[in-house]
C-alpha cells in the first residue's frame, strides 16, 4: 500500500460510517478528520471511490448474512481492489481483505 504507484480508494462509505459513529459517540474526535476531509484525502493521495446505484444494488443482494450496511457497501464495491479492514465479517463476504 505504500508504495509510489499504489493507487488507494477510499469509499464514500468511509466518512458516512466515520461521521455517523462521531454523531453517536462511538468516533470521540473524528470531527477533526471530517472537518478537513478533502485536504486528508489529497494529502494521503487518495481515490474517491462514489457509491453507484450498480453498488447499491449489489450490497443489498449480498447473500452473506451480515447486515451492517456501511460494510455490505465495502463487500459490494469492489473495484478490482482488496479492502483494508480489520473486521472478518467483510471477509466472510467474500472479500478480499489487508490488515
Do not use: N
Not at 505504500?2 to 473524528?30: M, N
Request: charged share 25%; proline share 9%.
Amino acid at each position: 500500500m505504500e508504495a509510489d504507484d499504489s493507487e488507494l480508494l477510499i469509499s464514500s462509505v468511509v466518512p458516512w460510517e466515520l461521521a455517523t459513529k462521531f454523531r453517536i459517540g462511538k468516533r470521540p474526535g473524528a470531527d477533526l478528520i471530517l472537518a478537513d476531509l478533502d485536504s486528508a484525502v489529497s494529502i494521503r493521495r487518495l481515490t474517491p471511490l462514489p457509491i453507484t446505484l450498480g453498488h447499491a444494488r449489489r450490497a443489498g443482494l449480498l447473500p452473506s448474512p451480515h447486515k451492517d450496511p456501511f460494510d455490505r457497501v465495502l463487500a459490494a464495491e469492489i473495484e478490482a481492489a482488496p479492502v483494508v479492514t480489520v473486521d472478518p465479517a467483510v471477509a466472510a463476504m467474500g472479500v478480499e481483505v489487508v490488515w
